[in-house]
Each structure stands twice: as structure tokens, then as C-alpha cells.
């Protein structure tokens, strides 16, 4: 079982940014690809970026270029840092692991999730 918690949301401007953290505990998180995903109101939750263990990324095509997602094995933590934020950006962010070596953007092939961190990008 791992554990994930998020922090870090909040409401910015548009143009803003925002650092986001994931907290893993309860298995060994450097065995573990990671991803963070977003869900808006009245959508289905959607691939952001993930991070494998060799520390290859991935990205959505919407947020390239203005995302980053990097993570620290030595503190269990992946982070998401999301600069020249949008409106569209607004929606509740999730993280997610999956053991293994293969990033994926489907969100049912993930098998564990947080709890969720709400970010609000006003215009």
C-alpha cells in the first residue's frame, strides 16, 4: 500500500504560479512511477505529467513548456511546479503511483491516488 498526500494548491492569478507536492509513504517510492492528473468540474480526470524511475517526464500537450515535474527519492516527494497559469489550468490535482517502469496517461492503469489539492487560477 502507498500512502500519497498533496499540498501546495491554492488560488492565483493568471500568469501566476504555484508549486504543488506530493508526500509517499508506506512502500519504497523510488520503486515507483509517478504522475499528477487534474479534474475539472463536469470532466473526467485528465493526465498532466509523470515522472518514471530513471527520471524520463512526460506531459500533457497542454501544459508543456510551462509545467515541471521533478522528484526527490531521498523524500519520498514529487512536486509539480506550474508556472504562466491559466484559467483553464483551475481543477482539483491529483497524484498517483504505479509500480513499475512504464509511465501511462490512462487514469485507471494507476494504482494509487491522493486525496486531492484544489488550485484556482482567476482572470
Known amino acids: 500500500q502507498v500512502h500519497l498526500v498533496e499540498s501546495g494548491g491554492g488560488l492565483v492569478q493568471a500568469g501566476g504560479s504555484l508549486r504543488l507536492s506530493c508526500a509517499a509513504s508506506?512502500?519504497?517510492?523510488?520503486?515507483?512511477?509517478m504522475a499528477w492528473f487534474r479534474q475539472a468540474p463536469g470532466k473526467e480526470r485528465a493526465f498532466v505529467a509523470s515522472?518514471?524511475?530513471?527520471?524520463?517526464?512526460y506531459y500533457a500537450d497542454s501544459v508543456k513548456g510551462r509545467f515541471t515535474i521533478s522528484r526527490v527519492n531521498a523524500n519520498n516527494t514529487v512536486y509539480l511546479h506550474m508556472n504562466s497559469l491559466k484559467p483553464e489550468d483551475t481543477a482539483v490535482y491529483y497524484c498517483?503511483?504505479?509500480?513499475?517502469?512504464?509511465?501511462?496517461?490512462?487514469?485507471?492503469?494507476?494504482?494509487?491516488w491522493g486525496q486531492g489539492t484544489q488550485v484556482t487560477v482567476s482572470s
Open positions: 498517483a503511483s504505479r509500480r513499475g517502469t512504464h509511465q501511462t496517461m490512462d487514469a485507471p492503469r494507476w494504482d494509487y
Open positions: 515522472i518514471t524511475l530513471s527520471r524520463g517526464t
Open positions: 508506506g512502500r519504497t517510492f523510488s520503486d515507483y512511477v
